[in-house]
């Protein structure tokens, strides 16, 4: 066996998991595996070399993924998950991939020059009326911690957007007859998301584990309380979340109501007190599907992140609503 | 005390900073199983594993990259985390005992400012472009505390020489009497070395921000950069707070060990456990919070020099 | 001695050389194919509409400038730790009422807002 083979069967599996609208099952059972196996998530295909796709695509988000496919460099495979279930063979048979030295290899000479030739950045007048260079930046659909099937169209001047601009896609796939997450995992699915993008790493880690134990009905009492005692405790923090994303309508969702820190403190006390009345509704999708673009206009890169987070539309539940009306 | 050792120490030295690196990517990886609940023994490999794989990874480089400064990022990195540690005494030994080694050190520090602002700027990429410039924040605002608590202690030895202010602990280590600029020292070598909570650059919110775009041999070198800056951190803040090498029973060098790993374990095991401190929200404490902090520790400590 | 010192970071320089020749190397040896150019830098998976080089935000130019001022200050008082105990208090009011104007300096600007983010 060569050298190449050995490190090849040796080195760790870095998956990117891009989830599609109607792969919520899909991308839990993903992370939780994830979680087992000791894999840690990429942030970005350059790190990844393992390219999840939870649930099953709509042909408006295969390009998307083709991109990130394509922007990645072997040793790399690609695991389509359709369901819960699905997962663990679909992974065993991309680690497979993974470590087939001959396969990888064809990877390698396969891997394309993307040919686009981009042009300069235009400039337009900044809040104090200086004209800097200004930056398209679209926000998902394939992003680490993002709501699948949403895309926020940016336009940035430096870090701070100047205008957003909200796109859904795929939502055409999604199934009416796929069972709603449990409140309590859901929660703590947002929990871990807002935790992950305010690069609180352990308690996020935390999170998740719970969320995957509360959905087998074992999730330990004592940890669960520790956890969101730390959440509510973490000065730091509340420091870092407070005021981002401030839902203050009068016609908002109360669900919604008040910053990303009220929102996540009130969310960590429902999963400790173990509540089990459903986090999400649909009006609360489209009320924020329309207001995202007024909550993010002004605001810094990382501050909208968790926003989006924090807020945690469910897009794919407006797929069903469109269904419905039709 | 503390002498210059012969020429060739310095082979012992990127090995020394190595093993450390090692030890502590290993130590980090294992609290990270503790919290998924996966086996630790499995974790403790994770590190080299993850280097495996970066080795025999098909390099990339992205559409229009300025490849030259991009890659540059790296190397430019990995000396500078390395040279910082050339004054850094092992119990009696130094590399390279300079008479300015504090400014030395600093300055070997301040390199990383370009590398990684350079990494970002290299790839041509949005998030990687975002990610280089947080870096700058984070220095123009986090460099100057650090430069005071550095001060505090040459103040406090009267001298630019490492040796010199391992000496000048004798009686009493620099902590107990400069406590804030040891705190604030800390705190900005994590800063510096832009390790969590301080790791914004790199932020999963920008898909991994300055390294975003990095892949393959030239994402190890990057991040045995990042590495080396911070484990070189943690041996100075043993040797300019902590006493150095001295300590009682055992021989000096392991000593240095001993309360570097330690210093080292804490920024490790605290990185994991604290939000990202965003520049966003943070850039006013630390010029209207640390910067006047360590003035006044200053200050004191100056007042003590002049009146003893 | 100061020449032993120096001559020690060049050998450093040299080993650190090595060491990334031998990654690079090591690399070339082991990896699975040659590099691939031109990929697209990461766009949440959309194309690029332009280049990421591009001038930045304006905050950071006003940044810049209150960290010179403080930075030129650091050249002289460097130097100044190493005789403050011999020249005694008249040191000490010199450096703190010259670092205390610094710091008037930078409330300042923080006041008109050039600490802000949005």
Redesign the interface.
């Known amino acids: 066996m060569d050298l190449t083979a050995r490190l090849l069967r040796w080195a760790d599996i870095r998956p990117l998991v891009a989830e599609v609208p109607g792969g919520t099952w899909a991308r839990l059972a993903v992370e939780r595996l994830a979680r087992e196996r000791g894999w840690r998530v990429a942030a970005c295909p350059a790190e990844a070399n393992l390219l999840v796709v939870a649930g099953t695509p709509h042909a408006e988000v295969e390009p998307y993924l083709l991109r990130v496919w394509q922007s990645m460099t072997a040793p790399r495979a690609r695991a389509d998950v359709p369901s819960g279930p699905a997962a663990a063979s679909a992974l065993d048979a991309a680690v497979a991939e993974l470590h087939d030295p001959a396969r990888q290899r064809d990877h390698a000479a396969s891997a394309v020059h993307s040919g686009l030739d981009p042009e300069m950045a235009d400039r337009d007048a900044d809040r104090d009326g200086l004209a800097l260079d200004q930056l398209t930046v679209p926000l998902g659909p394939v992003l680490p911690d993002w709501p699948a099937g949403l895309v926020v169209h940016t336009v940035l001047q430096g870090d701070v957007i100047q205008s957003a601009r909200v796109q859904l896609t795929g939502l055409a796939a999604t199934r009416a007859a796929d069972e709603p997450v449990p409140a309590a995992a859901a929660r703590l699915d947002t929990c871990a998301r807002v935790l992950s993008v305010a690069g609180a790493h352990d308690a996020a880690l935390a999170a998740r584990r719970l969320r995957d134990e509360v959905l087998t009905g074992q999730a330990p009492e004592r940890r669960l309380q520790r956890w969101a005692a730390w959440v509510r405790r973490s000065r730091l923090l509340r420091w870092s979340l407070a005021g981002i994303g401030r839902v203050d309508d009068a016609d908002a969702p109360p669900a919604l109501a008040g910053d990303a820190l009220a929102r996540l403190h009130r969310a960590a006390e429902a999963v400790s007190h173990r509540h089990d009345d459903p986090p999400r509704h649909t009006d609360a999708a489209q009320w924020m599907v329309e207001a995202l673009p007024r909550l993010l206009e002004g605001r810094e890169l990382a501050v909208a992140r968790i926003a989006v987070a924090s807020l945690d539309p469910a897009v794919e539940t407006l797929a069903h609503t469109e269904v419905a009306d039709g | 005390m503390v002498e ?1 050792a012969p ?1 060739w ?3 012992l ?2 090995v020394v900073l190595a093993a450390f690196a090692v030890a502590a990517a290993m130590f980090g990886s294992v ?3 503790r ?5 630790p023994g ?2 403790a490999a ?1 590190p080299l ?2 280097a ?13 990259a ?1 490849a030259l400064l991009w890659r540059a990022a790296g ?1 430019v990195l ?2 500078a985390g ?2 910082a540690s ?2 850094t005494p092992l119990g009696r030994w130094s ?6 080694g ?2 030395w050190f600093n300055a070997m520090e301040v390199v990383a400012w370009a590398a990684v602002w350079l990494a970002g ?1 290299g ?8 990610g280089g ?2 870096f ?2 984070q220095g ?2 986090y ?2 505390p650090h ?1 005071f608590a550095l ?1 505090t202690a ?2 406090g030895a ?3 020489r490492v040796a010199d202010i391992v000496a000048a602990q004798q009686q009493l280590w620099f902590v107990v009497w400069m406590p804030v600029a040891f705190a604030v020292f800390l705190l900005t070598v994590a800063a510096m070395a832009f390790w ?2 301080f ?2 650059p790199l ?6 921000g300055a ?7 030239d ?3 990057f991040l045995a950069g990042r590495w080396a800056l911070l484990v070189s951190g943690s041996g100075m803040a043993v040797a300019l707070f902590l006493g150095g090498g001295s300590g009682p029973l055992l021989p000096g060098w392991l000593w240095s060990v001993l309360k570097t790993a330690a210093v080292l374990a804490a920024l490790v095991w605290a ?11 943070f ?2 404490v630390a ?2 919070v640390l ?2 902090a360590t ?1 006044v520790q200053a ?1 004191i400590v ?2 003590v ?2 009146a ?1 | 001695m100061s020449m032993g010192g120096f001559g020690g970071a060049l050998l450093v320089v040299a080993l650190v050389a090595g060491v990334l020749g031998a990654l690079y190397g090591g690399a070339l040896l082991v990896r699975l194919g040659r590099t691939v150019t031109g990929t697209r830098p990461f766009l949440s998976g959309h194309d690029p509409a332009e280049h990421a080089v591009s001038r930045f935000h304006v905050r950071w130019y006003t940044l810049t400038m209150i960290f010179l001022a403080f930075d030129m200050e650091m050249v002289f008082m460097y130097p100044w730790a190493l005789v403050v105990a011999e020249l005694g208090t008249k040191a000490v009011i010199e450096m703190f009422v010259f670092l205390a104007v610094l710091m008037a300096g930078v409330v300042y600007a923080w006041r008109e807002g050039a600490l802000r983010w949005t």
């Open positions: 210059q020429w120490s310095a082979l030295l990127p609290l990270t199983a919290t998924a609940g996966t086996a499995v974790a994770a594993r993850s495996a794989g970066l080795l025999v990874r098909q390099r990339r480089s992205t559409l229009a300025d190397v990995l000396l390395v040279l050339l004054v590399v390279g005992d300079l008479p300015v504090v400014v700027w790839g041509n990429s949005a998030f990687g472009l975002s410039y947080r700058v924040a123009v605002c460099e100057l430069m001060t040459a103040i009267g001298s630019l969590p909570p790791d914004h932020g999963l919110d920008v898909a991994g390294a975003s775009e990095l892949s393959g041999v994402r190890l070198v990185g994991r456990r604290l939000p990202t401190v965003r520049m966003e929200r850039a006013e010029w209207l910067i006047p003035l200050l100056s007042i020099v002049v003893r």
